[in-house]
């Protein structure tokens, strides 16, 4: 813990990211069973050890179904529907590939092509079966493999949001590796909100492009410069285009989502990143609760729109554009 003109810091390393957790007053119990909350959560989803839901249902594709809690089984089934937008990239069978590529872990290499093309026809989230009457799951074919990676965090996020609201906590603030969720107002100098750091790309976490004001809210950032490697010119990210098998490739570094939930900023990250600002703008019209920031490689920040958040360019490295 650490303490910084009365604010209370808690922090931990847990599914590979910092967590950081802010009270306003100190309460190391509290803190100790948000850590133990999270771990919780995280051991339900994890595809890297056991005993987790995910890892069940992933080991018995190809031959039967697996019961998993209501909680896990409304989450599987949200990611689902997420996964069968049309124009979407966004895709939870997506396990194979990632499993294959090993991006952000130790192992990471490029797979020949026609290592790719055996995986795809692995990937299709229409192979995965939902029965609600059993609460199960099952995987048609043997060697598909769900992934909750590109939500977990968010659902966790609102979890713990939940859980200091049931312990009479009314100002606080969660960072889960890039996933951030406040609780009521900033406590301190009458200000009315909460400034979040927009992350300038590839450089020290420290290192800002401005700041984005908001007051209770998420916000979400997915970065391709979160977990990557280089070889040779190319850089290779983690948010793979299930259309090709290959990493999302445009001209985008990173999108921020600004909604209530959590959950909704983890989804649309994933699904504004692989859509570009145009595609992602028109979607966005139809959705006034959600909102976004996207940077591109040639150092624009484009907002859309502004009811939720105000933002505040700090780097004149950066440019607002439309
Ligand atoms: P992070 O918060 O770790 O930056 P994101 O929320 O951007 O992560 O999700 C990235 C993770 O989602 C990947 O590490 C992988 O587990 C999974 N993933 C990769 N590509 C896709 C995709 N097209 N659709 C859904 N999940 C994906
Ligand atoms: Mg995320
Ligand atoms: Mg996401």
């Known amino acids: 813990m650490s303490e910084d003109a009365g604010v209370y810091n808690y922090s931990a390393v847990m599914m590979g990211s910092p967590i950081l957790l802010k009270l306003f007053q100190p309460d190391e119990t509290l803190a100790r069973r948000v850590f133990q909350l999270i771990k919780q959560l995280e051991n339900l989803l994890t595809v890297n050890r056991s005993p987790s839901q995910v890892m069940a249902i992933n080991q018995a594709a190809g031959r039967h179904a697996v019961s998993v809690s209501p909680a896990v089984y409304q989450l599987i089934k949200l990611a689902h529907e997420v996964s069968l937008l ?12 990632v499993k294959r ?25 229409r192979d995965v079966e939902l029965d609600d009457a059993g609460q199960s799951v099952f995987l048609r074919h043997a060697g598909m493999e769900i992934d909750l990676g590109a939500i977990a965090k968010g659902w966790i996020a609102d979890r713990v949001q939940d859980y200091l609201r049931t312990q009479g906590i009314s ?30 790309p590839f450089a020290a976490r420290e290192e800002l492009i401005g700041t984005i004001n908001v007051e209770e809210m998420s916000v979400v950032t997915s970065g391709v410069y979160e977990r ?6 190319r850089q290779y990210h983690h948010i793979l285009d299930p259309a090709t098998g290959y990493p999302l490739d445009n001209e985008l570094l ?13 989804i649309f990250t994933t699904l504004l990143y692989g859509m570009g600002i145009e595609q992602g703008s028109q ?5 006034p609760d959600i909102e976004a920031i996207f940077v591109t490689r040639d150092r624009r920040v484009v907002c859309r729109s502004q009811r939720l958040f105000d933002f505040t360019l700090t780097n004149p490295q950066y440019r607002l554009a439309q």
């Open 283 to 287: 979607m966005l019209e139809a959705r």
């Open 86 to 97: 049309p124009g979407g990239c966004f895709n939870f069978a997506i396990g194979p590939l």
């Open 254 to 266: 990173s999108v921020t989502v600004v909604s209530r939930r959590s959950i909704d900023g983890d």
């Open 101 to 125: 590529w090993k991006i952000g872990f130790q192992g990471h290499s490029v797979p020949p092509a026609d290592e790719i093309a055996r995986l795809l026809p692995l990937i299709n989230p």
């Open 171 to 200: 100002q606080a603030l969660i960072n889960l590796g890039g996933n951030v969720q406040t609780l009521g107002f900033p406590p301190h100098g009458g200000q009315q909100r909460w400034h979040v750091g927009l992350q300038k």
């Open 228 to 233: 990557f490697f280089t070889l040779g010119e």
